[in-house]
């Protein structure tokens, strides 16, 4: 409670350390985004050959991950995908290094991608806007850790078109245990509970009837538990909003990618960035969104 304290009597300090948290775990959201998915392909490529009782000699389609046995979010240690350069700890300052380093490998010099500095500063960005907006409470904690994964499970879906369980469920859990313990969010266990449920089958039911008219999956089951888990955070009352703020933006993103650079209509989009966007805008101004009208909008 003193650390609480400390920082809200304080709030310079706060959104400094808030930032700087961000900035820490945005290094971290890099590595979970990277080697996740291969983790996963890996586990998925075991239980195949197990099953079909054959020996598993095919090697990761990463070329960077296939020189290692051991592959998870410790081991091997950060390095350089081209050389295998160990990157060193004054080398792995978030957004810091890599303006040092101006965008390169310090040993065979290959440029490094953007995305990665880039990640780090909209953590960081995000995390201290948590921390302004709900201020120094164990709540605030709670809701940086949804923003963390959010961000975490957009990049993922946009690289594979895959919303990790690894990910989702955790969150959908977490979710309801903060309203349980009522961490001060005004949502109550029943809505949260009312939330989870709903916010599955609403893209259930959706998926299924698209299916039924198309013969085509229109999204992924990953969607359904994304939108189940920002139920559980923030109650069955923002389905609505998140919904259709989603659809909308991913209809003007989609449109807009197929008249810029003409994207194959055929070629299936992420829908998981688009809810977790949403989810988030409803995190930090959810009162205004509940009150949306669809007719008042229409109008």
Known sequence: MEIIDLLSARPAFLLTVSVILGLLVGSFINVVVYRLPI???RDWREQCCYYLEIENTIPDSNESSAKFKV???QKPNSHCPLCNHKIRPWE???VLSYLFLRGKCSSCKAKISIRYPSVEFVSGVLSGLVAFHFGATWLTMALMLLTWALIALTL???DHQLLPDNITLPLIWLGLLVNTIDLGFGVTLRDAVIGAVAGYLVLWIVYWAFKLATGKDGM???DFKLLSALGAWMGWQSLLPIVILSSLVGAVFGIGMIILQGRDKSVP???G???AGAGFIMLMWGPLLKAFNIGNFIN
Do not use: A, K, S
Request: aromatic fraction near 24%; glycine fraction near 10%.
């Open 92 to 94: 792995n300052v978030p």
């Open 71 to 73: 592959f998870n979010l």
């Open 39 to 41: 983790m996963l392909q």
């Open 220 to 222: 992924g089951y990953g």
């Open 156 to 158: 993922i879906d946009f």
């Open 273 to 275: 960035p688009f809810l």
């Open 269 to 271: 989009m992420p829908f």
